[in-house]
């Protein structure tokens, strides 16, 4: 039971147009939402977080948003740069501990 | 500021094998979490800790796998024995009473 989804395996955007990651999930208890960046041959980095109780979430060049109603949630790079190219995953918690459920993690690449 | 360590980075062993993954969390740390990416299930959680004390042992696959936190700056996690399909990166990772989760490099282990 896949309770954190990320549909696209990969995407691929030109060099300072938008990149948008897409999460969905299914456990209306989850009420905290990370994203984390991942390059090769390292752990996973956090890079953003958003609280159930607000729709976004912003910090520099990402953007979180937040649809709680629609069980879902994006990423917004802007501008893409070819060094964002990395593993995003998106990680669901709820308040009741600390235990992460991850997506399965979608593959950016950021041509130059 | 030291993140969290983990040894070794790479690990080489035979089948049936006793393999010991080791990690130190980021010093005031309270949670220590395993995790484990593979190719086909992506990251799951094997077990985690609060204040020394595992919590959910629920993604341990089986009796093989087990975990040990002596003390609030050491972990390890333990196979034994080791079988091919236990090849995979295996992440240490740590929170201070929040959600915000933070990794080790990983250890990439590779049963023959």
């Known amino acids: 039971d896949q309770q954190v989804k990320q549909n696209s395996p990969s995407l691929s955007v030109q060099e300072g147009r938008i990149s948008i990651l897409n999460c969905d999930y299914t456990?209306?208890?989850?009420?905290?939402f990370l994203w984390y960046k991942k390059y090769p041959a390292e752990g996973p980095t956090f890079l953003i977080s958003i609280s159930s109780i607000k729709d976004k979430n912003e910090d520099g060049r990402f953007t979180v948003f937040l649809n709680k109603s629609a069980k879902h949630l994006s990423l917004h790079i802007v501008p893409s740069q070819p060094g964002d190219s990395a593993v995003y995953f998106c990680?669901?918690?709820?308040?009741?501990?600390?235990?992460?459920?991850f997506g399965e993690g979608t593959q950016l690449t950021v041509n130059p | 500021d030291a993140g969290v360590i983990q040894s070794p980075r790479h690990e080489v062993t035979e089948m049936g094998q006793e393999v010991t993954l080791r990690c130190k969390p980021i010093?005031?740390?309270?949670?220590l979490f395993w995790y484990r990416q593979t190719m086909m299930r992506g990251l799951e959680l094997l077990i985690y800790f609060n204040n020394n004390v595992p919590i959910d042992d629920s993604g341990m696959p089986e009796d093989r796998f087990s975990a040990k936190m002596p003390n609030a700056s050491f972990s390890t996690l333990k196979i034994q024995p080791s079988e091919p399909r236990d090849s995979a990166v295996y992440f240490c990772a740590s929170s201070l009473s929040g959600n915000t989760i933070y990794f080790g490099e990983g250890s990439w282990l590779t049963v023959v």
């Open positions: 010093s005031g740390h309270d949670y």
């Open positions: 456990n209306s208890m989850f009420d905290y």
């Open positions: 990680a669901a918690a709820e308040t009741s501990g600390s235990r992460l459920t």
